[in-house]
């Protein structure tokens, strides 16, 4: 039984644009919300996190917005770029160990 | 490098044979994090040390998993009997302290083939 998903396994994205990336949950445990980045034959790579008490969190271009009622976070990207191209994976915790969707491949478009 | 290391990068293994990973972890990382990942899924967590000790081992799909961390460095996934559904890549990520809220470092992680 997933308790994070991510129900779209990939997205294309013209350069310049926003991109939305969409993750749902299903336990209302979990206090903290991450987003990791992976590209081929790395590990993923932290990218920007969210506390429960929260409902966004801005770094840069990357913004991640948490609606708690509906159990849904996503992650945005504006403007994309040629190197956001990965997959991205959603995280979830309740507080020790680290739970992750299954991953949304990003294409950006040039 | 300073980053997590995993050896090896590569091992094919026959069924039934015996296999052990390697994570050296981040210097002065408390906590060490395993997680699998097949294709086509997200990484699984199978095991969580805080220092020397497994604070969380749920996520061990049965008896022929087994992971030590001895010193509270270097940690090392064993895996008895290997089947073919083991395939996949292990991941080993450290982080300074427990908990969500202190970034985990991955290592590029071990694939494993079972032939």
């Known amino acids: 039984d997933q308790q994070v998903k991510q129900n779209s396994p990939s997205l294309s994205v013209q350069e310049g644009r926003i991109s939305i990336l969409n993750c749902d949950y299903t336990n209302s445990m979990f206090d903290y919300f991450l987003w990791y980045k992976k590209y081929p034959a790395e590990g993923p790579t932290f990218l920007i996190s969210i506390s429960s008490i929260k409902d966004k969190n801005e770094d840069g271009r990357f913004t991640v917005f948490l609606n708690k009622s509906a159990k849904h976070l996503s992650l945005h990207i504006v403007p994309s770029q040629p190197g956001d191209s990965a997959v991205y994976f959603c995280a979830a915790s309740p507080g020790d160990k680290i739970i992750f969707g299954k991953g949304t491949r990003l294409h950006i478009l040039p | 490098g300073a980053g997590v290391s995993q050896t090896p990068s590569n091992k094919v293994t026959e069924k039934g044979k015996y296999v052990e990973l390697r994570c050296d972890p981040i210097?002065?990382?408390?906590?060490l994090y395993w997680y699998r990942q097949s294709l086509g899924q997200g990484p699984e967590f199978l095991i969580y040390?805080?220092?020397?000790?497994?604070?969380?081992d749920s996520g061990l799909p049965n008896d022929r998993f087994f992971a030590v961390r001895p010193e509270g460095s270097v940690s090392t996934l064993k895996i008895q009997r290997t089947e073919r559904g083991d395939s996949a890549v292990y991941l080993c990520?450290?982080?300074?302290?427990?908990?969500?809220?202190?970034?985990?470092?991955f290592g590029q992680g071990t694939r494993l083939t079972v032939v």
């Open positions: 040390f805080q220092g020397t000790g497994a604070a969380d």
């Open positions: 990520a450290s982080s300074l302290n427990p908990g969500p809220n202190t970034e985990a470092f």
């Open positions: 210097s002065g990382h408390t906590a």
